[in-house]
């Protein structure tokens, strides 16, 4: 059970374009959802707090108006990140937790963005 | 300030050798901890997490972990190290509220026959 996928798995898009990354719990419904980035050989890096029928809460330095984020019901973040560039390249992991505030969250497995 | 500190950036282990890999915790609240292991590519597996009770936890894969806070520290270990467990190792601090977790820099565990 708590399985999270991510779609796509791996995505190559041109500079100036928009690329949409979704996130879903498969078995579960989740009220939070989580962005990660992660840099090569780099650590993870919460991009931003996803709860479902509310706007998202973004860490500082994060763009909003750039990585919109979109939780429209209780198995669906979505990350658009929208006039994408070079800089932008990174592999992006969503988790999510379980209803009740259970501590544990269970990760995606990534998908790749490579802007060209 | 919250932080998670992983000391060795890149451990090279003999297989069939004993594993610990360092994990320091800096946190107000009463910490959730987490160890996880990711595949180059691939997203997050978790070994193993402590919330409270008994401070030796077991996890998958034959990993265990103690939680000592009088040091701060959540370490991991195995007793048998085999090829397959060459990955990126994270440690992760959360709370009780759920809310996003903190993660280490990682330690890249390489495992030389």
């Known amino acids: 059970g708590a399985v999270v996928s991510q779609h796509p798995s791996w995505v190559i898009c041109k500079s100036g374009t928009s690329v949409k990354i979704e996130c879903r719990s498969l078995?579960?419904?989740?009220?939070?959802m989580f962005w990660y980035r992660q840099f090569p050989k780099q650590s993870l890096m919460l991009m931003a707090t996803?709860?479902?029928?509310?706007?998202?809460?973004?860490e500082q330095g994060v763009e909003k108006d750039k990585f919109l984020i979109n939780h429209a019901s209780l198995t669906l973040s979505t990350l658009t990140v929208t006039s994408a560039h070079p800089e932008d390249s990174s592999f992006y992991i969503c988790?999510?937790?379980?209803?009740?505030?259970?501590?544990?969250?269970?990760f995606g497995p990534g998908t790749r963005l490579t802007v060209t | 300030a919250q932080s998670v500190t992983q000391p060795d950036i890149h451990i090279t282990v003999s297989e069939g050798a004993s594993l610990e890999l360092r994990c320091n915790y800096s946190?107000?609240?009463?910490?959730?901890l987490f160890w996880y292991v990711q595949s180059p590519g691939q997203g997050l597996q978790l070994l193993l997490k402590?919330?409270?009770?008994?401070?030796l936890v077991q996890g998958i894969k034959g990993f265990e972990a103690e939680f000592k806070r009088s040091q701060s520290s959540f370490n991991l270990r195995k007793p048998s190290v085999h090829w397959s467990d060459a990955a990126e190792y994270f440690c992760?601090?959360?709370?009780?509220?759920?809310?996003?977790?903190?993660f280490g820099k990682g330690t890249t565990l390489s495992v030389s026959s």
């Open positions: 402590y919330f409270s009770g008994d401070t």
């Open positions: 078995d579960f419904q989740a009220t939070t």
């Open positions: 988790s999510a937790s379980l209803p009740g505030g259970v501590h544990e969250q269970y």
């Open positions: 992760a601090v959360g709370n009780q509220a759920g809310t996003a977790l903190i």
């Open positions: 996803s709860n479902e029928g509310s706007k998202a809460t973004y």
């Open positions: 946190y107000g609240a009463t910490p959730y």
